[in-house]
Each structure stands twice: as structure tokens, then as C-alpha cells.
């Protein structure tokens, strides 16, 4: 197995996402925090990490606020448009006998993150580790109802989307009220975060996860809700160093666990330099501001758009819906970027070699 790995070292996750759209429409699972969920924390009674409430959700279609962290489309939504799938549904809204378990899942959760701790003021959440859980009794149910050779067939060949970690920073390892930030040293964190992904990591592939593409860190020092604490408004270059040294032990993870698990084909997608050229050139992708939210946000009680918030007249000339997430017309530049980056013309034409 080890030659193929070698190969998809080389073979990056963009690539990999213009192979899958080229194949049937896959089955895909996802995984992650409050950028990619669609509405699981609207059925989780006591969270806090909650958008279903006006102005999110203004340019979905149709208007409404769904439990998505921006004004439109999350990231993931507009992926699975250029899959040709539907985007698929949140894991809390669904019963397990229902067969929409067999054509994909989103197990996402705003205020998640890889350690249970993270976000743990959001009071209800589901953690990396709750999440997994969730997908071991989505694959027992299709088990169950297709049967254990399709239903290996069916996980193998799903492609499984993970975007976590930011929280564990700035929900977690950045608040001086939460043990974390104290029992560790940024070094000790960061061995912590890799090594709790590790084996989550492995506990996907034995539930049969083999096609998995991780969704690295974007430039987080530049958000509003951080960029509030520097002292000209600039990006906190320390948080931008650490998402680049959480994106390079993530990408060397998965390159030792393709050597290590047979048949897994585990890929790094990284969106840092197309977010922050987005950050720092807004004009050239047709936006005019990336420094501050669109709506009026008070980012020390959350930072999110509440309904007695004042929204810009144009969100589509800002990069940023709320302090922490993007717009719908900013998801819709990053993911284009995403999916057809030219760099990525020089990698084998099928990372998928069959087993
Ligand atoms: C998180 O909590 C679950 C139980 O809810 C436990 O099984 C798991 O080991 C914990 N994970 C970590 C990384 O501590």
C-alpha cells in the first residue's frame, strides 16, 4: 500500500475533489464545527452555539434561517452543488430508519472542536469524538439495511469531509478562564491536538472511512472577532503562524496514516493562502471590505449577527457575514478556488487505486 500513499502525499484533496465530481455522485460525510453545520445545533435544546434566528440565512434559498453560520451557503452547500449532490442533511434531523442515511450525512456542530473541552460554554455540542459516535450508528443502521458486504462497499467509497480545529484555538486554548490554556505550553497543545485527531482519525478508518479529505485552518489572526485585539486592526500574526503549524503536522499526519492503514487515502486540503489572498486583496475577487464584519457585531458578548443587528446594504461586498464566518459570496470564492486550483493539474489522474 505504501507506494500508492507515496502517491497520495504528492496528490493533494483538490485534486481528489475534481476526481470524485468526475465519478458517479458520491456519498459523503462531514464532519465539523460551525462553518460547515446545516442545523444540528438547532435540535440540541440547551445549546448556545445557535444561528436559526434572523439575519442568518437572508440569501439562502428559500430565505431563512436554517441553522447555517452565514447569510447563505456554507462552504460544504456549495461543494456538493458542483458533486451534482444534495447537500446533505443534518444527522440530528434525520431517524436512523430513514433511508437519507444512505446518501450522505453532515454530523457538523457549531462551537465543536478535536478536544471535548473546546467550547465547552456553548453548553451542547457535538465534539469531534460525539460526532464519530454518530456515524458509528449511522454505519450500523446501513449495515443493518443493505446488508455487510454493500454496506462495506458504501463506506469504503464514501468520501468523508473533515473541517475542525479552529474552536480548539480560539474557543478553547485562547480563553484564560479554561484550564487548557494553562495546563499546556503551545507546544504541549498543539501534540495534544494532533495526537487526539490521530486516533480519531484510525477510529474512522476501522468504522470503514477510507476516502477522507481534512480541511485545513484558514488565516484565523485575521478574523474580526481577533482582529479587535491587535492595536491597529491588523491580523494577530501569532494565531496565522499557529494555523500554519496545525495545517503542517495535520498534513504529515495524514501522509504517516496512509502509509500506515491500508487502502486509505487520506488528503490535506488547504485553503490558507486562498483565504488570506481573499483577506488581503478583497477588490480583486469583487468585494470592498474583509477587516470587519457585515453586520454590526459586539464581539465581546459572541460576535455573532443578532437580530437587532444592523446588516450591511451589500453582503456581497464583504468577506465576512459575522465576526467569525464567511459570507455566502466569499464561500462561493473559496470553494471555487478550492475545486479548481490550477497547481493541482500535476498529480496522478486517479489518486483511487483499487483495492
Ligand atoms: C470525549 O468524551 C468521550 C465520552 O463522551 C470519551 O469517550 C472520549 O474518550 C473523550 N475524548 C477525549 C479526546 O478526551
Known sequence: ????????????????????????????????DSLTDVGNNNFLPYSLAKSNYPWYGIDYFPKFPTGRFTNGRTIGDIISAKFGIKSPPPYLSLSLEDDDILHGVNYASGGAGILNETGIYFVEKLSFDDQITCFQKTAEAIRIKTGDVASKKLLNEAVYFIGMGSNDYINNFLQPF?????????DQFLDLLISTLDGQLRRLYSLGARKVVFHGLGPMGCIPSQRVHSSDGGCLELLNKWALQFNSRVRSLMTSLNYQLPGALFSFSDSYNIVLDLIENPQKYGFKISTTSCCNVDTTVGGLCLPNSKICDNRNEYVFWDAYHPTDAANQVIADRLFANPSMDKTPASPFPQH
Open 178 to 186: 479554561l484550564v487548557d490554556a494553562h495546563a499546556y505550553t503551545y
Open 1 to 32: 500500500m505504501a507506494f500508492y500513499s507515496a502517491m497520495a502525499v504528492t496528490s493533494m484533496a483538490l485534486t481528489m475533489l475534481s476526481t470524485i465530481s468526475a465519478q458517479s455522485k458520491p456519498v459523503t460525510f462531514v464532519f465539523g
